[in-house]
């Protein structure tokens, strides 16, 4: 399945390139060849895992779903408790400046 070359003649006035005949004779890239080179090298890098493209077995695709989830309870605890932190601090304060205002 070859790709026809593409030829546009650019001489009919400005076309917002600069009349360059190179901007619209190039050859695209083909899409996310340089992305999974750079996620694979990345994920050894940082995980010491290889980036595999094969289909997952029943048992991956769980461990992956409880590992996600399990993460996501850690985020969803921080959170919560973060929250909880903050509103008791602004209860705090707001209840420290009425008892100023009511004093005086």
Not at 81 to 93: E, Q, T
């Amino acid at each position: 399945m070859g790709r026809s070359k593409r030829r546009h003649s650019t001489g009919f006035g400005y076309i917002g390139f600069g009349n360059n005949q190179s901007v619209f004779n190039r050859r695209s890239k083909t899409p996310f060849s340089e992305i999974k080179e750079k996620l694979h090298s990345e994920t050894h890098l940082h995980y010491k895992l290889d980036f595999l493209h094969r289909e997952l077995t029943e048992t991956d695709h769980a461990f992956i779903k409880n590992k996600i989830k399990q993460q996501e309870r850690k985020v969803a605890f921080k959170t919560r408790i973060l929250s909880v932190v903050v509103a008791l601090s602004v209860a705090v304060v707001a209840y420290y400046l009425i008892s100023q205002i009511m004093y005086r």
